[in-house]
């Protein structure tokens, strides 16, 4: 089975200190991919090379079976990755709800009435339909949260690539939003620190550290109550347990 996104030997630097070095990585069609790590291991620098919003100094970025390099060749690949950004605002920018989420639509030649249709449909989809008319920097972060990743499904993409989606997510739209990743069946990245959340979601999971991905478990340890973990893993295999401590 083709891989649909694959990095082969990507070496990304900024200011002149390399961020991500020699790193590959392979997404499959249906996969869940984690990628969790500390804080400045360049984890929003992996999905932003992803997506061509920074570039590669070496290595090779092949999407979809097209290697990509250009803004062009980038361009012409984008409309099948939805990128949920870490921040919110930093992804809204139309002054309602139904605005926000039928923009990618008209950018791709729908009608004002189709792209409006599919937004609506989209947002009903997610629960929150009654949100349409509001303005959207207004609205709540987990209200915010789900408008973005509206955006994204309203585009049908094959794969999602999502920065932190549960920060500032509160309960009622944070079962949302899982139960919405849960039913989307195309691929996806998911970088988190939430371990409960990769634990869930995630089918297989890596660590990045010094610009590197290593392979990692996905298990839970149950303490006073189940407390989820991703360890390093030398086998690399996904496993799901339960550890007495």
């Not at 990628?35 to 620098?45: E, F, M, R, Y």
């Not at 955006?151 to 919405?180: H, Y």
């Not at 959340?197 to 109550?225: C, D, N, W, Y």
């Amino acid at each position: 089975m083709s891989a649909l996104l694959s990095l082969t030997d990507v070496t990304v630097s900024r200011d002149g200190q390399p961020v991500l070095c020699g790193l590959s990585l392979d997404l499959s069609p249906g996969e869940r991919f984690a990628i969790v790590g500390p804080n400045g291991a360049g984890k929003t620098t992996l999905l932003r090379t992803i997506v061509g919003l920074e570039r590669a100094d070496k290595g090779t970025v092949r999407l979809f079976g097209a290697d990509c390099a250009s803004e062009k060749q980038f361009r012409a690949q984008r409309p099948k990755i939805g990128f949920l950004f870490q921040d919110s605002d930093d992804q809204l920018f139309c002054p309602t709800v139904i605005e926000d989420v039928a923009f990618g639509p008209l950018n791709i030649g729908c009608t004002e009435a189709e792209a409006t249709a599919r937004a609506r449909e989209v947002l009903d989809g997610l629960g929150i339909g009654h949100l349409a008319d509001r303005i959207s920097h207004k609205l709540s972060g987990g209200e915010k949260r789900l408008v973005c990743l509206a955006g994204l499904f309203a585009m049908g993409p094959d794969v999602l690539l999502l920065d932190e989606p549960t920060n500032g997510v509160d309960d009622e739209n944070g079962r949302r939003l899982r139960a919405a990743l849960n039913g989307f069946a195309g691929a996806m990245i998911l970088v988190s620190h939430d371990s409960a959340f990769v634990a869930e979601l995630a089918t297989r999971a890596m660590i990045l550290k010094s610009g590197s991905l290593a392979p990692a478990q996905i298990h839970s340890h149950a303490h006073v109550h189940t407390h989820p973990h991703v360890h390093p893993d030398a086998v690399g295999h996904r496993h799901v347990g339960e550890d007495r401590e």
